[in-house]
């Protein structure tokens, strides 16, 4: 064999060896729902916006800041914590006409992939499940003030059509079809 190409091929082989035995930076987080929220905005009888939150949320995050597109998220919402600050209106959009909370209790994401500040993943809500991608942004990696933790600080925004899911009250003259979505996170590393 030519010399060249021997070393060559050694050399190959050992930085493939070299890539598969080097530690990944890959850290696992829980979402802490202390700093955590997720927030919605709907135009009201297109001249002004509602807003609310949910309350009740859970999920995990896998971070990897050499390797982004390694990246995964997913959370689960307890539909029936939805908050707009009205209890009357809460009422009403825990039932029929919006999330229907007995039937269907929770709301689901789990991302597919990462790429340049985008992640795709499919949502569940009422039932159907639809591929959505929003824009994220990580606010940075520190540690945690108290327990002194890895900690985790990131954004996403996207907007869904509600009437996708089944949701139609009130389109289009009581509330726009568009809701704007935002997933603001602290994660506590595992």
Known sequence: MNPIKAIIKHASAIIACMLIILPSNAAEYEIEPVGS???FDITHF???KAHGRFNDFKGSVTYDPDSPEKSKL???IKAASIDTGHKKRDDHLRNKDFFD????PEIQFKSQSVDKGKITGELTMLGKTKTITATYKVNGIGQHFGNKR???GAVASFSINRSDFGMKFGLPDALSDQVNITVSIEGLGK
């Open 74 to 76: 997913a959370f689960t």
């Open 101 to 104: 909370v007995v039937q269907f």
């Open 37 to 39: 929220y997720i927030l």
């Open 150 to 152: 890895p900690l985790l």
């Open 46 to 48: 297109k001249v002004g």
